[in-house]
């Protein structure tokens, strides 16, 4: 893949090809951003490895690069936490009024021209704590992207402020090509479509942008040119992107072992996250399915975490420990975001083979500390011989 780069080059285009995977609207003011340099001396070379292995077209200009990645489709599990369907609606709805806005706008005119955006989109739009809290963190997340600059005031729909828009950056964000859908279906199902390489490419940008693809869940083409080729792949995704694989009966985990390019991290610190780990032998404790999955018991999995916080009082988060329904809710979803469980089809939920990776093992028998024996002093005692002795 390298072969015409020295190995410094070659390392560093790794670097920003990472980089880019994580980010993929890469700014000089942003996150990240003292790797545009690097990505811009690079970026042929960066253009042929997506291109080639991943099939993305990569732009590359002085103040940003932007990586046109497949959109996850109807796969909901990589949202924005805290974005609400709504929120999202308003992302599309902006961004929509924005082409027709200039360089710069009022807030307040902002926001009406989205509100009526809205209602002739159909939206029923009612100015509520609800609706305004979407609206925000829709125009938020515009500004973390560098599409929105906060030019006098901020984007609290509360007050007034001066807006600025760039138009460079706004004409980059979208990757669905938007004159060919004609319904908002559409245009997910043509943003996710495949690479030109089909097969090839649909296989490895799974591998690349989520953290276990098992066969069961791959079309039987995908599935039958993964286990031919899954030895390739992990050397080819080592090389390019530092992905380290793990192949096994049901399937692949590609992992990072910096943790760079995960959004999610798992086992981690959270309530939910170490709830989740320490029910994990329970839930797998059922003989598995043929396809190596286990029924998980929500009844049982609610029993583990009332224990463990009853047993454990003050180790959780109240947050979610006061609503035990919640929690169990919040449980699974983190599990289904990672690739450990997945909504079975007649309901309730499985959990698949690659959960035992994860399995919590004692590192020994806990010792208990045992409290030594008060030692006393011998007292030599006065002896009837010992005036003979003398």
């Not at 329970?282 to 999995?301: C, M, N, Q, Y």
């Amino acid at each position: 893949m390298f072969e015409d780069l020295s190995e410094i080059d070659a390392a560093n285009v790794v670097r920003c090809a990472r980089a880019l995977l994580r980010r993929p609207l890469l700014r000089a003011d942003g996150p990240d951003g003292e790797l545009l340099t690097l990505v811009y001396r690079h970026r042929a070379a960066l253009q042929d490895l997506f291109a080639r292995v991943l099939g993305y077209r990569l732009v590359v200009e002085r103040r940003f690069a932007r990586l046109h990645k497949a959109g996850p489709g109807p796969d909901d599990s990589r949202g924005l936490l805290g974005m609400s369907p709504r929120g999202y609606a308003y992302v599309a709805l902006t961004m929509a009024v924005l082409t027709g806005v200039g360089r710069q706008a009022l807030l307040s005119r902002l926001v009406a021209d989205v509100r009526a955006a809205a209602v002739e989109a159909g939206l029923t739009v009612v100015d509520d704590v609800a609706d305004r809290r979407a609206l925000t963190a829709a125009l938020r997340h515009l500004v973390s992207l560098g599409v929105l600059h906060e030019t006098e005031g901020t984007v609290d729909v509360h007050a007034e402020a001066l807006i600025t828009i760039d138009t460079d950056l706004l004409g980059r964000l979208l990757t669905g090509p938007v004159a060919e859908a004609t319904s908002p279906a559409r245009l997910v199902e043509l943003a996710a479509r495949p690479g030109p390489r089909g097969v090839e490419h649909a296989v490895r940008r799974k591998l690349v942008e989520d953290p276990v693809v098992l066969y069961a869940d791959l079309p039987p083409e995908q599935a039958e040119w993964l286990r031919r080729n899954q030895r390739k792949e992990s050397a080819l995704l080592e090389t390019c992107f530092g992905l380290r694989t793990e192949c096994r009966v049901e399937g692949v985990l590609a992992a990072d072992p910096e943790d760079y390019l995960t959004d999610l991290y798992f086992p981690g610190t959270s309530t939910v996250a170490r709830l989740a780990l320490l029910a994990l032998p329970e839930l797998s404790a059922a003989d598995p399915r043929p396809d190596g999955r286990h029924e998980v018991d929500v009844a049982a999995l609610r029993e583990v975490c009332a224990r463990l916080v009853e047993d454990y009082p003050t180790a959780w988060s109240k947050q979610f420990t006061e609503d035990l329904d919640r929690l169990v809710d919040e449980v699974l979803e983190l599990l289904r975001r990672m690739g450990l469980a997945v909504p079975a089809a007649g309901g309730g939920w499985l959990l698949n083979a690659v959960a035992h990776r994860w399995l919590p093992m004692p590192d020994g028998d806990p010792e208990r500390e045992v409290e030594p024996a008060a030692v006393v002093p011998e007292v030599r005692s006065w002896s009837l011989f010992d005036e003979e002795t003398a």
